[in-house]
């Protein structure tokens, strides 16, 4: 009898310690979450919070819907930093949640991006020319489209004007004003930036989900593959409104990129219509080239 109440009296013991190491743990985990605990909504909380010298300048998601690059500008140190974060999907919280993030930093002075291996050519395009019904054709298909549009109606005459106008033809700019020329309008199809053998044209406004956007169409004539971002970007007289441009154009390539205004910002500027805007482009040349310079203060007028 005795030895039965002394093996009782050691289970409860066994059971007792059991239960108090199972509340530490419990008590250890709630006061020290670790990495793999991070939401994939922890990226685009953080990313709201961005704040001048930085700005986003380029911003990829995958098919999920996570963010799983972003490129950060510092406007005073002209250093960018890249951050990439890699996820998982955990089934008991049905949540894609963050087990690991990576940083790299690059800078003006060093700013050599590594290349992977090239890649098997591909095959040669189909040129597309004007058939002799007048329509486009790519090889042997007729594609039914005019090559040329309806003649249009006859304009007014035109007045003359006092102004000076650039290389394009498409800008009046207003004299008087200080700084960079104030221009009437920046329609599409302006020349916007055209040196060093690259030219920038503003192809088209438009709504993103994230903000009203700029698309620009970028030619390189240049004997560099160019990375192009922009800088002393101030929107409406505000310099620290987030927003995201980052392009890569291969010499003698035409590429088109997407400038986003995000319009997180709006309330906290008190902005309910868009003016105006100032930036600079800055290009880099990315096969390990020291390859930079930037353009002067270019400026588009946003009230459309």
């Known amino acids: 009898m005795k030895k039965i109440r002394i093996l009782m009296f050691l289970i409860i013991a066994v059971v007792m310690i059991m239960c108090l190491a199972s509340c530490t743990s419990k008590e250890a985990n709630t006061e020290s979450p670790t990495n793999d605990t991070v939401e994939s909504s922890y990226v685009e909380e953080k990313l709201l919070e961005v704040k001048y010298p930085f700005e986003i300048t380029y911003l990829l998601k995958d ?7 972003v490129m950060l500008y510092n ?62 054709w790519i090889g042997d298909t007729d594609t039914g489209v005019a090559a040329q549009g309806p003649k249009g109606e006859t304009g007014s005459p035109g007045k003359d004007c006092n102004c000076n106008c650039n290389e394009s033809n498409t800008t009046i700019t207003r004299p008087g004003d200080d700084g960079p020329n104030r221009e009437e309008s920046n329609p599409v199809g302006t020349i916007i930036y055209h040196d060093n053998y690259v030219k920038i044209t503003i192809q088209k406004y438009f709504d993103h989900l994230l903000g009203p956007g700029i698309r620009f169409y970028i030619e390189n004539e240049s004997t560099d593959n160019l990375m192009i971002m922009t800088d002393e970007v ?9 927003h995201s441009f980052l392009a890569q154009v291969e010499a003698g390539a035409p590429a088109i990129e997407d400038f986003i205004i995000w319009n997180s910002d709006f309330e906290k500027y008190n902005i309910e219509t868009l003016e105006d805007m100032t930036f600079k482009f800055t290009f880099y040349g990315v096969d390990g080239s020291n390859t930079y310079w930037e353009s002067e203060e270019l400026y588009i007028n946003l009230n459309k």
């Open 234 to 242: 101030v929107i409406n007289g505000y310099s620290g409104i987030t």
């Open 63 to 69: 098919t999920n819907g996570n963010i799983i690059k």
């Open 75 to 136: 406007q005073e140190t002209k250093e960018t930093i890249i951050q990439e974060f890699f996820y998982e999907y955990d089934y008991r919280t049905e949540k894609f949640i963050i087990y690991e993030t990576r940083e790299t930093v690059q800078n003006k002075a060093n700013h050599a991006c590594q290349n992977g291996k090239d890649g098997v050519d591909g095959q040669n395009g189909l040129t597309p020319f004007i058939g002799s019904n007048g329509n486009w």
